[in-house]
C-alpha cells in the first residue's frame, strides 16, 4: 500500500525490483544474459558493473529521506507512517 502511494509523488526506475510486484533478480540476470549473447554474437565489447547498494537507506540521514518525501509531495499520513518506522529502532540477536 505504502509503495503504491509513493509511486504516485516518486517514479520507480522500470529495473527497480525491490518493494514491488514483479519477479526479483532472474528477469534481470536473464536481461544481463541476453546481453552477453547478443555481444559474443556480433563481437561486440560488453563492460558490465555490478553494483551492491545493500542497505543504502543505513548511510542516508533519516531526515533527509522524509525532507525528499515532503519535497516530492508525498501524502502527509504516508511520510507519518515511514517517519515512524525510524523511531526508536533497535536489534536484538538472540
Same mark, same amino acid.
Given at each position: 500500500i505504502v509503495t503504491a502511494r509513493l509511486v504516485r509523488a516518486c517514479s520507480i526506475n522500470p529495473r527497480q525490483r525491490g518493494f514491488i510486484c514483479a519477479s526479483g533478480c532472474s528477469e534481470n540476470l536473464k536481461r544481463l544474459q541476453l546481453l552477453v549473447k547478443h555481444a559474443k554474437r556480433e563481437h561486440c565489447e560488453l563492460g558490465v558493473v555490478f553494483v551492491d547498494i545493500v542497505k543504502a537507506f543505513d548511510t542516508i540521514c533519516h531526515q533527509l529521506i522524509i525532507t525528499g518525501l515532503v519535497w516530492r509531495g508525498?501524502?502527509?499520513?504516508?511520510i507519518y $507512517? $515511514?517517519?515512524? +518506522?525510524?523511531?526508536?529502532? +533497535?536489534t536484538y540477536i538472540d
Open positions: 508525498v501524502d502527509p499520513h504516508v $507512517l $515511514l517517519s515512524e +518506522t525510524y523511531k526508536n529502532i +533497535t
